[in-house]
């Protein structure tokens, strides 16, 4: 590993990953001919695909079935018409103080109003109904200027996976694709490739790139240091045929 860039490692754990979920693929792929056709993208090139993808589907029984399961976990679960959860502290007796109460409730009423105005509650129907046809699912939750927060439901196949010694998912690698006008804005022009900044350049706006996002265990982080790149995990961002090693974001999540 010391013998290797960053983006050379994460390209050789992204194809561990790759093999370990191939045996899944199939299964998923027929799940989602007979139930949910639009709700896979194992391949980049499926974008924006518009083509009738429910030809498979005869009985609808199934995709009716999942659509009331998500309908059902939003409003049950995570209403967003009434509160659906309460913050707490992990000291009981401190709950038994007013400050401490009038402080959560407050935190809870700004939580509320951030995922109200923003996509959260468009995103966890999504997330709800993979559950319910694919047996799993992931969502990912992103800063944003304007909304503070984003979210960004997965497709199924564009994901991969690991667990940690404790059998939770610590590891998560994305492929997909932003075309060269959303590169440039999410990262400017200095840190792109030279394919991303031709296409700027000559105005193909719309142009394609493939795009891999990782979240692992920052392992080799100093945690003396309070930098984005020395946080419990690390967030980069590389173009998957961008130029040598070069990486456009290196960040990090507590």
């Given at each position: ?120 509650y468009q995103s966890l129907p999504i997330i709800y109904r993979h559950l319910g046809v694919f047996g799993t699912a992931a969502m990912a939750v992103l800063e944003n200027d304007e909304d503070v927060i984003r979210t960004h439901p ?97 960040s990090g999540f507590d």
């Amino acid at each position: 590993m010391a013998d290797l860039s960053p983006k050379q490692h994460y390209l050789k754990h992204l194809g561990q990953l790759k093999n370990e979920r191939t045996s899944f693929e199939e299964h998923w792929r027929e799940l989602a001919e007979f139930i949910d056709p639009r709700s896979t993208r194992f391949l980049t090139s499926e974008r924006n695909n518009g083509s009738k993808r429910n030809t498979r589907i005869v009985d609808p029984t199934a995709s009716k079935a999942a659509r009331t399961l998500q309908s059902g976990m939003l409003s049950g679960i995570t209403s967003p018409t009434r509160p659906w959860f309460k913050l707490a502290t992990p000291d009981p007796d401190m709950m038994k103080f007013g400050p401490v109460k009038r402080w959560l409730d407050v935190v809870m009423t700004r939580m509320n109003d951030v995922m109200n105005r923003s996509n959260v509650y468009q995103s966890l129907p999504i997330i709800y109904r993979h559950l319910g046809v694919f047996g799993t699912a992931a969502m990912a939750v992103l800063e944003n200027d304007e909304d503070v927060i984003r979210t960004h439901p997965l497709p199924i196949g564009s994901y991969y996976l690991s667990n940690s010694n404790r059998l939770s998912v610590d590891t998560t690698y994305r492929v997909f694709s932003m075309t060269a006008r959303q590169i440039v804005m999410q990262f400017g022009l200095d840190n792109v490739s030279n394919a991303v900044r031709g296409a700027w350049d000559n105005a193909n706006y719309e142009s394609w790139f493939d795009i891999v996002h990782l979240t692992e265990p920052n392992i080799n982080r100093d945690s003396g240091k309070l930098n984005a790149r020395n946080k419990r995990f690390k967030s980069a961002y590389f173009e998957l045929a961008g130029d040598g090693d070069k990486m456009l974001s290196e960040s990090g999540f507590d």
